[in-house]
């Protein structure tokens, strides 16, 4: 989300939060886990959110995709060697800059399978909106050199920091010495505040612990207000070849 869009939600707030976190992990060496504390600081939030405008948002269907975590170790590491399409920008700059993946240093490959199944989730969710069913999901061509149809989208990382560490195991302990499930927990408010104020009628939740979190840490705490329709989606980084991920899409529910 723009900090130029007139909204409520804050991203200065949660990165006081975040500071006051780390100080926490810094201060505390009784944690259960083993963390090296010279290596944690905090360099920014990564704002999220519309991809172009909140008014082409607003416009459209209202579609807004959720993955799990903004993958830039150097939030935490300064040494780490960072790639572009590791940036939790990635994706924004991907769909408005059509010669963005072409300029990549490395892992074009990688980037250009992310945006062309995140454009698979986009047209199956198109797809459902025109005959209600998924019965008729194929992937369709389309221009992998140019993702600008995704610009009315919503795209956010609900972990809106870098933790570097693999999240498919709720307990496992990232970068930032913190488990994935316990940073949702943490920040659960702002987050939910700010999947409220952008509102969509469609919700893609991509990955395994990403419907979990959104289900028993927002639903089920009476965070999330509003009212949309969700499906299920592996991440648009699967291994899996692309038949598997067209046929792994489906709805779920609604809230």
């Not at 072409?102 to 399978?113: A, L």
């Not at 089920?220 to 038949?243: G, V």
């Amino acid at each position: 989300m723009s900090k130029t869009d007139k909204e409520n939600f804050d991203f200065n707030v949660m990165q006081e939060n975040e500071i006051k976190r780390i100080n926490y992990l810094k201060a505390n060496q009784n944690l259960d886990h083993k963390i090296d504390t010279s290596e944690l600081y905090i360099s920014q939030i990564l704002c999220d959110g519309y991809v172009g405008t909140k008014e082409a948002f607003d416009k459209s269907y209202k579609i807004m995709i959720i993955a799990a975590e903004a993958r830039d170790p150097r939030l935490y590491d300064s040494s780490v060697e960072i790639v572009d399409s590791d940036c939790g920008f990635f994706v924004k700059k991907a769909i408005l800059d059509k010669n963005y993946i072409n300029n990549m240093v490395e892992r074009k490959k990688t980037g250009r399978k992310m945006m062309n199944n995140i454009n698979r989730i986009y047209k199956n969710v198109l797809n459902y909106i025109s005959n209600n069913s998924l019965d008729e999901v194929s992937d369709n061509n389309f221009n992998t050199e140019d993702y600008s149809v995704l610009k009315d989208i919503a795209y956010i990382n609900i972990k809106k920091v870098g933790g570097y560490g693999n999240i498919n195991d709720s307990h496992t302990v990232a970068k930032d010495g913190c488990v994935f499930w316990d940073w949702i927990d943490y920040h659960k408010e702002l987050i939910a505040l700010q999947i409220n104020e952008i509102a969509p009628n469609y919700i893609v939740l991509c990955g395994n612990d990403v419907p979990n979190v959104f289900y028993n840490l927002l639903m089920k705490k009476d965070l999330i207000k509003i009212h949309a329709k969700c499906f299920l989606s592996e991440h648009p980084l699967s291994r899996s070849k692309t038949e598997e991920f067209i046929e792994s899409f489906r709805f779920d529910k609604e809230i």
